[in-house]
């Protein structure tokens, strides 16, 4: 089935995690209580956009194309907990100067094009499971993160949960990379 040019698609743009941290992440997940979060879902969003017309993906795998920001040494250290929405989460005690400058440019360029996105306070973290419970105090070796691979995702909504499919991807040491169409 293909996607009219009037339909909306739901995007976000994130940093999207290499196997090694996927799997760390998936470590933390085992003792938590709710809906953990898929292996292939995990990332740390950047910008979430919402419901979009097409247009606003190609705009967006433009701005992807020219970030200027460098790779990022995140050291996940910290598992908390947003009440409100009952979301299980893991983080940094103190964001790197990096990731905030990469949240800004991302900001800067969506807004040069128009784009808008959801205006909350920026806390960058990990959804390690939803509809949980609040996780005991944990202890777990930092896990270090060079984020360098930020992504373009639609999200598609299933009864089942959320089923994510990237539409670009830009490491930040390289080029522009389109997924192989399949």
């Known amino acids: 089935m293909s996607t009219t040019s009037s339909e909306n698609m739901r995007l976000f743009l994130a940093l999207w995690p290499d196997d090694t941290t ?14 953990k979060v898929p292996y292939e879902n995990l990332h740390l969003t950047l910008a ?3 419901p979009q017309p097409q247009g606003v993906a190609e705009a967006c795998k433009d701005i992807l194309a020219r970030l200027q920001s460098p790779a990022i040494e995140l050291r996940l250290d910290k598992v908390g907990y947003f009440a409100r929405n009952r979301i299980a989460w893991v983080g940094a005690h103190a964001s790197p ?22 205006r909350q306070q920026f806390k ?20 270090v993160w060079r984020a360098s691979l930020v992504t373009l995702v639609r ?22 990379r389109m997924p192989d169409a399949g």
């Not at 100067?97 to 959801?118: F, M, S, T, V, Y």
């Not at 499971?129 to 777990?140: H, K, L, Q």
């Not at 999200?155 to 522009?176: F, I, K, M, N, W």
């Open 155 to 176: 999200s598609r909504p299933t009864p089942a949960g959320s089923v994510y499919e990237v539409l670009a991807q830009r490491s930040l040491d390289e080029a522009l």
């Open 97 to 118: 100067p990096d990731l905030l400058a990469l949240h800004e440019e991302l900001g800067q360029a969506l807004a040069h094009h128009g784009i808008e996105r959801e």
């Open 124 to 143: 960058p973290h990990v959804t390690l499971a939803r509809d949980a419970s609040m996780p005991v105090d944990m202890t777990f070796s930092p896990i």
């Open 48 to 50: 979430f956009l919402g």
């Open 22 to 35: 996927r799997n760390a992440l998936t470590q933390l997940q085992l003792p938590l209580a709710g809906r």
